[in-house]
């Protein structure tokens, strides 16, 4: 620190920036506060003659004390006191402009100093150039020189100079050499950020898409969340009959998603993701790519299963996963949506009075086949005439699945009313608490083993056995008339605003990105401490209500006009465009790099959803309540 020290009374020495009342009034030569300034300053001076005797000779005659100059200069602004020290960042263009600029001041220099010491016309000699021109002249020429001194004084202590041209760039992240190996993860960011790729809504789409995000650079680095969004996500699957049936519809679409592209089928179907990290942001930018993608494929193998309990298969798949990477310690808190149309039949042991064809199709066509003691013809036939009962009596309905782990929400406007449909899972919750204890946890102030805030969460493998992954599920089916939009948001947003003042903040916006950016920017004058990502999905209740009616076309489900034409869904055509890429770049690996690991080692900046030090203390295998426990 003391070189540094040195180094920059010793630029202030060359630059002539040393308050005068240092030098000059009898005051500060007798203070005690600028004693050691002033010790310092003689033994820059003594072992700088040159500086010193230029200084003193060019020094004017006494007069009022002055701090570098007669004009008062701010520290920042143009000539002030930094930028004179050390000018500003520039590129390599810029640095070889300022050089030109330089060697133009130093030719320039003795004519200055000529003028400098000219006699007015009062015949006094004029110590300073009071014409803007000189100014400026004198200025560029003193920060160039800065610039070089600061230059040599950052290499002669190793410091890293970004302007170099030998610097190198940035290693690749962890998540670009995995996409290596699965172009999933090598898909470019789409608009507003969308980690799916690229996403636009078709003709016939219900509903709109709004996402504004924030990293809130006043309390955090760095920005650990990531959404996710689709226009077209999925066909909802027909009812598979037999296991037979199951096998070839997944071996079909496995082939179709290897051959060209096609033509993307709109489903208006969509899904809806947002995923807040902490330790790190792996987990979260790598669920961003993925988890729509293996979500698709465990509904195409599963297409007579409930959706809440695919969504469980999904959490549980993306958790093993995660665990097989590298990088362990990261994980993120999750809210997932998914808004398709459906073939419903009533039932009232449902809570949403109605239930999927699907799953009533199996289940009748197992009893059919439990009855039955004839072949597998009269089998398949007898629940062919099930399905077609069924479907008789089924109606055209707009249905929303949602899925969360941890404290992030998805919020729905029922009719002006704040309906939430997500559970938020923290230390301070009773049900999680109990459930913590039971698998041999504790909670320490508020945090599982005093580490993280939440209790469910995906990744963070070396917590597993505690914090789980299984999501609490909701089914909702929507109603046109009185269901108006959905706010899917991390904690950043939920722990300054309440769902019902959300709701109200925003009911009256129909453009849904507007209305996301209130929001953020209520949370930023709420002054919340953490990032804030936050969507809005508007939905058109007269479209809704036109094909409930079946007024226009069906969509959106297998066996639907649109589907029958061909193709593939989106989430589908985005992997298969970046495959192809990777392929005629040679950048596709068949393995996963081993310096992945190498790369992170820890993490930055926890978070408030993390304790630093009982984190490594979990890590290192000791006990948990020997570190500090207090909240982030």
Known sequence: MLVIYLLLLLLLLRMDLIPSCIRETSYCRDSTSIRPVRLVLTILQLFTPSISHSRQSSQSPPTDPKLAGDKRRSFSGSGGLLNRMFGSSASPKEQEHALDKDTNNTKTDAAVEQKATSKSPSGRKSTEDHSPTGEKKRRASGVSRARDMLSSAKQSLHFPMSSSPDHKPDKASPIQKLGRTDPALSVPQGS????????????????????????????RRTMEDTHAYLYNFLSTPAPAIGSESTKSRASSTESSALTESQAVVETDNGYFAIFDGHAGTF????????????????????????????????????????????????????????????????NSHSATGSTAIAPAVSAA??????????????????????????????????????????????????????????????????NEGKRIAGAGGLILNNRVNGVLAVTRALGDAYMKDLVTGHPYTTETVIQPDIDEFLILACDGLWDVCSDQEAVDLVRGVQDPQ???????????????????????????????????????????????????????????????????????????????????????????????????????????????SAAGTSQG
Not at 195 to 208: L, N, Q, V
Not at 372 to 396: I, P, W
Not at 527 to 555: A, Y
Not at 598 to 619: S, T
Request: charged content about 30%; glycine content about 8%; hydrophobic content about 35%.
């Open 514 to 624: 507007q209305a996301s950016r209130m929001l953020v920017e209520h949370a930023l004058s709420r002054f919340s401490t953490d990032n804030l990502s936050c969507m809005i999905v508007r939905f058109d209740g007269l479209l809704v209500q036109q094909t409930v009616d079946r007024k226009t076309e069906p969509i959106g489900v297998e066996g639907d006009p649109p589907s029958q034409q061909g193709g593939m869904s989106e989430a589908d055509a985005i992997v298969q465009s970046q495959r192809k890429k990777l392929d005629e770049t040679g950048g596709l690996l068949d393995h996963v790099p081993n310096d992945i690991a190498e790369e992170i080692d820890g993490d930055p900046e926890p978070g408030p959803e993390l304790n630093p030090e009982a984190l490594e203390a979990a890590r290192k295998g000791r006990n948990p």
């Open 365 to 430: 066509a197992k009893v059919a086949t439990s009855d039955s003691s004839s072949g597998k013809a009269d089998v398949a036939s007898a629940a062919s005439n099930q399905e077609a009962k069924l479907r008789e009596a089924a109606s055209r309905q707009r249905v929303l699945y949602t899925a969360n782990v941890g404290d992030a929400r998805i919020v729905l406007c029922r009719n002006g009313k704040a309906l939430r449909l997500s559970y938020d899972h923290k230390g301070s919750d009773e």
């Open 192 to 219: 507003l950020n969308n980690s799916a790729g690229e996403s636009i809504p078709g003709p016939r789409s219900t509903f709109r898409v709004g996402v504004t995000e924030d990293r809130n650079k006043k309390c």
């Open 283 to 346: 987990a979260a930018d790598w669920c961003g790519k993925k988890v729509h993608v293996l979500l698709e494929d465990i509904i195409r193998k599963n297409p007579n299963t409930p959706i809440p309990e695919l969504l469980d298969q999904t959490f549980t798949t993306v958790d093993q996963q995660l665990e097989k990477l590298p990088l362990k310690n990261s994980g993120c808190t999750a809210v997932i949506a998914v808004l398709r149309w459906e073939d419903r039949i009533p």
